[in-house]
């Protein structure tokens, strides 16, 4: 068993389809113009990637966009969008982080943007190929917890892990531990 949090990257382009994607992608464009005149006044620089390289505080648009999107990131009730387990179910995340991946400021389709979702605390509970079993928060130390299924996929990662000391202890004896009470 190990203590676990997962990360889930959401990509949002022109080429997104959902009203949720589509108002994200709208609200970051439109503050990324608004907030890209502070770098760059005279319009001299037409992409964020060459904003970034000719002005490195442009990297703080990541967070002054982040602004014009949260109130749509807490629509989602902080269920992740895109991700379900096994049965259909929602994966729920804790924090969410704004990211401009590339924009353009002659033209909305090269905007360019993701959101990490991350997970709470999630306890592993084992792995079967591409599956992990999953139970929310610590369950190390119960007999029995409800547990779901999710499969790894592009642009989930874990981004936390740690073995609980019963798994480090069967590691080291190759055998079976069991809890004396």
């Known amino acids: 068993m190990a203590l676990i949090k997962l990360a889930y990257k959401q990509i949002i382009d022109a080429s ?4 949720f994607e589509k108002s994200v992608l709208q ?3 439109q503050e990324f113009l608004l907030k890209m005149q502070t770098y760059n006044p005279e319009r001299k620089f ?3 990637t060459e904003l970034k390289a000719h002005d490195g505080r442009a990297n703080s648009l990541h967070y002054k966009l982040s602004f014009a999107v949260g109130h749509f ?3 989602l009730h902080n269920k992740i969008p895109g991700l379900k387990d096994n049965l259909g179910n929602s994966i729920a995340f804790e924090i969410p982080q704004f990211e401009l991946i590339e924009s353009d400021i002659d033209n909305i389709s ?3 943007v993701a959101i990490i979702y991350t997970t709470g605390t999630l306890t592993l509970m084992n792995q079967l190929a591409d599956f992990m ?7 190390s ?3 029995e917890a409800n547990t779901f299924v999710l499969k790894m996929q592009n642009n989930l990662a874990i981004v936390s892990h740690l073995e609980s000391e019963e798994s480090e202890l ?3 004896t190759g055998n079976r531990y069991k809890q004396i009470q």
Not at 16 to 19: L, Y
Not at 133 to 139: R, W, Y
């Open 141 to 143: 130390e119960k007999p």
């Open 27 to 29: 609200a970051s464009y």
């Open 170 to 172: 069967m590691a080291l």
């Open 16 to 19: 997104t389809q959902g009203a």
């Open 110 to 112: 090269a905007h360019k």
């Open 73 to 75: 990131i807490q629509t």
């Open 133 to 139: 079993i999953l139970a929310n928060g610590d369950v």
């Open 46 to 48: 037409k992409t964020f």
